[in-house]
């Protein structure tokens, strides 16, 4: 297919049409179809196993679709050559779930990897370009530690000034709040919200937190199995009558959710 030039005057950043993902028999992404505006904050919610990670590592170019269109910036990722998608990875960020630090290496030193691995800059501007982006995380001090030294919070702070390294146009993040105290989870909420708008970066985020979701969505979509269910602002899906929407906002243990899930053919496999 002839690839468009980027449209400078288009408002999205991320044009997802008619993407399908499958591993096999099973279906994972069901002709999913989205935009995402340029320096946007969006939610991904969405039930375990929903599809909410296999969207995010097709969006960030770690995987491909079956089928379908995903255009970054007008380009379709899911035409690009393994190449072509290294170029396109250097121009985004991702906090995987994870966190994913090198364990071996000390902050500082993983947040110079990116610059390292991908750039022709000398030691002083990388040294620089560390100390910048750990001072936005609130870790300047802490760059020569290991990240067993520093606290779970600590390293998703970590994870994100590496993050940040290539000065991304989009980040992407994966449950950012897992596994995080209340106060670690406001602090990671706050940066997230403080680097979109400080840095105009457009961000995707994955969570299954609600107080969370709504404080740094300004829109939200539900994703079930491998559909998009419902799309709005924090205010629309808060008073949403979808009961899907209800139920998962609200941690509802009654709902389609739950009926679906106890009649899934349960007869049919234990007999099969
Ligand atoms: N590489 C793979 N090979 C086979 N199946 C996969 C692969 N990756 C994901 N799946 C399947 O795709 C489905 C969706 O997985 P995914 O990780 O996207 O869910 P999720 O919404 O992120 O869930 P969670 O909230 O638990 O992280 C699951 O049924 C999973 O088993
Ligand atoms: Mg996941």
Known sequence: MP?????????????????????????????????????????????????????????????????????IDGKNIC?????????????????FQSGALFQSMTVGDNVALPLRMHTDLDEDTIGTIVKMKLELVGLREHA???????SGGMQKRAGLARAL????KVIY???????????????????????????GVTTVIITHEMV????????????????????????????????LVYQFVNGESDGPLSDRRSSDDYTQSLLS
């Open 173 to 199: 993040y994966d449950e950012p709040s897992a596994g995080l105290d209340p106060v670690s989870v406001t602090q990671v909420d706050e940066l997230m919200i403080g680097l979109n708008e400080t840095l």
């Open 3 to 71: 690839e468009h030039p980027a449209d400078p005057h288009t408002d999205n950043i991320i044009e997802c049409d008619d993407i399908v993902v499958r591993f096999g028999e099973q279906v994972v992404l069901d002709h999913l179809t989205l935009n995402v505006k340029r320096g946007e904050r969006l939610v991904i919610l969405g039930g375990s196993g929903a599809g909410k990670s296999t969207l995010l590592n097709l969006m960030s170019g770690q995987t491909r679709s079956t089928s379908g269109v995903m255009r």
């Open 144 to 150: 020569g530690k290991l990240p067993s030294e520093i």
């Open 165 to 168: 390294a290539m000065d991304p």
């Open 79 to 95: 035409a690009m050559s393994d190449a072509e998608l290294d170029e396109y990875r250097k121009t985004i960020g991702v906090l």
């Open 212 to 243: 969370s979701a709504f404080r740094v969505a300004q829109r939200l979509v539900l994703m079930d199995q491998g559909k998009f269910v419902a799309d709005g602002t924090p205010e629309e899906m808060r008073n949403s009558e979808d009961p």
